[in-house]
């Protein structure tokens, strides 16, 4: 297990678990399939060392994650780190075992997702990010899905405080429009406690948080090409990209990778632990 240390003030509970039971896209997309299909809700989040360190720093986030009924590994540090605690999930050459453990990003998500909509006629919500980013991406997840449906799409300027009657209203829009499955991308940590809220009103409704997922689609934000992603130095092109708005983040997050590589637990610690996906066992079955 990791230990990310949390601030004495800011009155966290003693150490807890933080489970990461999403392994894989084909666990994902098989979670995301079956709770479709029984119209049963859930929430899917994809942690990485961002969140590690915004969850260090604020409690409701805490406890939205560990509320969370799916997450899955977002980052290499994070990856490394839990297949350090567990090698059977370590991937090798032609490796099929259906628990090996990947990197599993918001934005690989979306691609498979909307596939897999489309195919199966699942209505899909869209909540986020801004007007011309979504509409931009949408007309190419379309143009690239033919028969995807998107029974709504919106982009509130929430504050990071939202109100009750602001999500009871956006709880309504979703539940007439028919969706099985809302995609937040609002950026953490506000797309995740919304879709923890809108999950209370609509259990029956998947929420995925994607975070600048539809930005690298519609091209307002590029990504590291796939040669660079492969060298685990997305990070590098990110902040080469931005670096007035990103240097301080990735110091941040430097000092939660030392953490988890230290591995000193304390009283007042987040366990991060891997565990095995309900799904495992049945995917493709």
């Known amino acids: 297990m990791s230990s990310v240390e949390f601030d004495s003030e800011s009155g966290l509970r003693p ?16 979670a995301i399939d079956r709770r479709a299909r029984a119209k049963k809700g859930y929430t899917l989040f994809t942690i990485n060392l961002d969140h590690l360190v915004k969850l260090k720093q604020d409690r409701r986030f805490r406890e939205v994650y560990e509320r969370a009924d799916f997450v899955t590994a977002d980052g290499w540090p994070i990856v490394w780190h839990l297949q350090r605690g567990d090698r059977r999930r370590v991937a090798r050459p032609g ?27 699942f209505p899909l919500y869209f909540v986020g990010p801004s007007p011309a980013s979504q509409n931009a991406a949408l007309d190419i997840l379309r143009a690239r899905y033919p028969g995807l449906s998107v029974g709504g799409a919106e982009s509130p300027h ?33 797309q995740e406690m919304l879709a923890d809220a809108l999950h209370k009103r609509l259990p029956d409704v998947g929420f995925l948080c994607v975070g600048a997922a539809l930005d690298f689609i519609s091209g307002q934000a590029v990504r590291a090409p796939v040669w660079l992603r ?56």
């Open 15 to 30: 150490a807890s678990d933080l489970r990461v039971n999403i392994a894989n896209m084909t666990q994902a997309i098989g």
């Open 95 to 121: 490796q099929q075992d259906r628990r090996r453990l990947e990197r599993t990003t918001g934005a690989d998500l979306i691609a498979p997702v909307c596939a897999h909509a489309a195919e199966h006629g």
């Open 158 to 190: 929430l504050p990071v405080l939202f109100g009750e009657d602001t999500v009871d209203a956006l709880a309504e829009r979703i539940a007439k429009s028919g969706a099985r499955l809302c995609v937040l991308s609002l950026g953490a940590p506000k």
């Open 230 to 285: 492969r060298l685990k130095m997305e990070w590098m092109w990110r902040l080469a990209s931005d670096p007035g708005r990103l240097a301080g983040r990735y110091a941040r997050c430097a000092g939660a990778f030392l953490n988890l590589v230290s591995g000193q637990a304390s009283r007042r610690s987040l366990n991060l632990r891997l565990v095995d996906s309900e799904f495992v066992d049945e995917l493709h079955g």
